[in-house]
């Protein structure tokens, strides 16, 4: 793993639908005033819940994970990733500083209604072809911690061919245009073994809704519950300053 590298940890958790809400209780469990309330007031009208946890996942998370990676094992043969990413265990990824990575929390739609708040005004558009995912970038912050963004994103329409410069290179690779929403970015700073998670809001709506639930299926079944864990990271200057100090 490269020196500017950060190691992290996806996880999908499926939740059931119960009385009180979606996963109600463990919410008790972690810390959503990580947050700014006007961050969190801007995501509970589009649907969509976050939080911090420490080094131990809360109970019922544990408990669904677990569940989640046995039957992965079991079925793993019979499964495709990109049509069953939901029910896959932990994966592990390594992030350059700044560049992105793309984490995929729906399915592909043919059509697909987004319904977004902003600044208390409900706008409404349909996007084919589409697909909700957030945008993920580490950048370490030299202390052994890490700020992690995430931004909700709906790429649509039909595969597109650009080049891309990149270190003095151009690069050729594949996108879809993308539909952004940049004002519900999620940045949280991380220690080691903590973790965010991401999940909809007990009442089902709007973005939450089409990334956390399946638009086709039953609202009262299962929800996904998005879970990035801080693994590793390679940059700490806090050594590099105890060396410099010990060699003056």
Known sequence: MSTDSVAVEIGFVPLPRTETGIGHEFWQ?????HFAPQLRQRLHSNGIRCAVAGLQLPTAVRQH??????????????????KDFHHFPWRRKHVRTGWRTEVVTSKHYEKL???????????????????????????????GRVRIE????????????????DSGMWQFHVSRKRLRFDELRVEAVLSPGESVLLGCTPTVRGLGMLCFVDPDRSLNSSHTLLVIRLSQTQRDDRFVSMLAR???
């Open 65 to 82: 994970l677990d569940a989640t990676q046995t039957k992965a094992s079991e079925n793993s043969e019979a499964m495709e990733f990109e």
């Open 150 to 165: 995430l931004t909700p994103e709906i790429h649509h329409g039909p595969p597109r061919n650009d080049w891309k410069g």
């Open 246 to 248: 010990e060699n003056f």
């Open 29 to 33: 469990e972690v810390d959503e005033t």
């Open 113 to 143: 209604a987004v319904l977004a708040s902003h600044e208390g005004l409900v706008e409404g558009v349909t996007k084919e072809n589409a697909q909700c995912l957030f945008e993920l970038k580490t950048f370490p912050l030299g202390d």
